[in-house]
């Protein structure tokens, strides 16, 4: 598929699908910071750790493959010097794709707390892989469990302007269009409904 022989209708319906952006929670169990090379992500968990929205971040995200340094491992630093306590992350940071991040992460999670007194988690994610991500999470965690998506634009491609955007990373937005259906087919997704300021 590409962008270019889109209609405005099925770019809007894209997009829309895509983005599962919500409001922050009041309070949420945890912030699940899905692996990014760009610094983007850890600044937004520092914030939200700052406001109180959640005491434990998880990082995830293994070596780069184009840039050479671990992802996790360089967002840890940005928190760590944001004076977040280091007990208060949980570090993922041998995963390659979504499916892993949330995988490996999961018994790392259980260190700290049990798996099933997880009600509510707060995605860090990019706005075309929120819907993704938080598909992922449900495939793994228990039943009733709220998501909520905090998202961001990586490298200025946004809702508004992917589709004129030649460069890879705004391919990534067809990208997970046509690789949701597959992962649910796979199983390694689980339908979300969105209810009221969240998704279930």
Same mark, same amino acid.
């Given at each position: 598929m590409d962008a270019e022989n889109l209609t405005p209708e099925a770019i809007d319906r894209i997009t829309t699908y895509l983005d599962a952006t919500t409001p922050l929670p009041e309070r949420a169990v945890l912030i699940f910071v899905f692996g990014s090379r760009q610094t983007t992500p850890a600044q937004l968990a520092a914030e939200l750790y700052a406001q109180q929205i959640a005491p434990l971040i998880v990082l995830t995200g293994g070596i780069n493959r184009l840039l050479g340094f671990n992802e996790a491992e360089a967002h840890h630093a940005i928190l760590i010097e944001a004076g977040i306590p280091a007990e208060r992350i949980v570090l993922e940071n041998r995963s390659t794709n979504t499916y892993e991040n949330v995988t490996f992460a999961l018994p790392l999670i259980a260190q =700290?707390?049990?798996? /099933? !007194?997880?009600?509510?988690?707060?995605?860090?994610? =990019?706005?075309?892989? !929120? &819907?993704?991500?938080?598909?992922? *999470? =449900?495939?793994? *965690?228990?039943? %009733?469990? &709220? @998501?909520? $998506?905090?998202?961001? $634009?990586?490298? #200025?491609?946004? &809702?508004? +302007?992917?589709?004129? #955007? !030649?460069? $890879? /990373? %705004?391919? +990534?937005?067809? =990208? #997970?269009?046509?690789?949701?259906? &597959? @992962?649910?087919? $796979? %199983?390694?997704?689980?339908?979300?409904?969105?209810?009221?300021? !969240? @998704? *279930?």
């Open positions: =700290k707390l049990p798996l /099933d !007194s997880i009600h509510s988690v707060l995605a860090v994610c =990019k706005w075309a892989h !929120s &819907r993704r991500a938080l598909m992922t *999470l =449900k495939r793994q *965690l228990a039943h %009733g469990v &709220r @998501y909520y $998506a905090h998202t961001y $634009a990586p490298e #200025n491609i946004t &809702r508004e +302007n992917w589709p004129l #955007n !030649s460069r $890879a /990373d %705004g391919a +990534n937005v067809l =990208k #997970n269009w046509d690789n949701i259906p &597959r @992962y649910l087919e $796979a %199983g390694h997704l689980e339908e979300i409904i969105r209810d009221g300021d !969240s @998704y *279930l």
